[in-house]
Nanobody, 125 residues
Framework: VQLQASGGGLVQAGGSLSLSCVTS????????MGWFRQAPGKEREFVAA????????YYADSVKGRFTISRDNAKNTVYLQMNSLKPEDTAIYYC???????????????????WGQGTLVTVSS
């Protein structure tokens, strides 16, 4: 299984970015998917998760109301739409697949077994 994240870049505060993560393999629709981020000098933190069906989502309080996670199982792709970006959103963003047996809304990195390479999001003030 391979995950390829893209869409990061430099944006001014208040702006928007859309991240994508394409996953290889034929079992994409059977697993929950999540986005995490890691800022310099900080631990990797949970951002959002989406259930395998795509109909249910879960967010960290810090991004609730500004970010939207979604998925297209026909395209093996999970998305993260980020609006009203703040400088504190600056980080490397990673997509990940929830491990077999983990809850689809798992928040801890060890509960995910496959990770994308990360895409850098920089928000200037």
């Amino acid at each position: 299984v391979q995950l390829q994240a893209s869409g990061g870049g430099l944006v001014q505060a208040g702006g928007s970015l859309s991240l994508s993560c394409v996953t290889s393999g034929r079992t994409f629709s059977s697993y929950g998917m999540g986005w995490f981020r890691q800022a310099p000098g900080k631990e990797r933190e949970f951002v959002a998760a989406v259930k395998w069906s795509g109909g249910v989502t879960y967010y960290a309080d810090s991004v609730k109301g500004r970010f939207t996670i979604s998925r297209d199982n026909a395209k093996n792709t999970v998305y993260l739409q980020m609006n009203s970006l703040k400088p504190e959103d600056t980080a490397i963003y990673y997509c990940a697949r929830a491990a077999y047996g983990s809850s689809w809304y798992a928040k801890r990195p060890p509960e995910y077994d496959y990770w994308g390479q990360g895409t850098l999001v920089t928000v200037s003030s």
